[in-house]
Nanobody, 122 residues
């Protein structure tokens, strides 16, 4: 059983910063990619940032230059540093891990965190 536990959301004023964390635990052999998604009310879930195990990253255009994704492979943890936050960044943020649970099993599965609310408002 794999669990993803997120932390770090909250209320922040426009222009402020927040740092989200997501730790994966349980039966894990490898995690090729870890990512952050978000979903605003009435909108579809969208990919915000993704990072491969080797460090290659990709970002949603609207957050480039403001958000930074990093990961600690030893801790199976991914972070999202969010700077210069805007009201449009308000959403529930979800952590995602695409992982292999056992070395002998070549199956890969997506796991999701429970979501953390980020609200940007004055």
């Amino acid at each position: 059983q794999v669990q993803l536990v997120e932390s770090g959301g909250g209320l922040v004023q426009p222009g402020g910063s927040l740092r989200l964390s997501c730790a994966a635990s349980g039966s894990i052999f490898s995690i090729p990619t870890m990512a952050w998604y978000r979903q605003a009310p009435g909108k579809q879930r969208e990919l915000v940032a993704i990072m491969g195990r080797a460090g290659i990253t990709n970002y949603l255009d609207s957050v480039k230059g403001r958000f930074t994704i990093t990961r600690d492979n030893a801790k199976n943890t991914v972070y999202l540093q969010m700077n210069s936050l805007k009201p449009d960044d308000t959403a529930v943020y979800y952590c995602n891990a695409y992982l292999q649970e056992r070395a002998w099993n070549q199956e890969f599965t997506h796991y999701w965190g429970q979501g953390t609310q980020v609200t940007v408002s004055s």
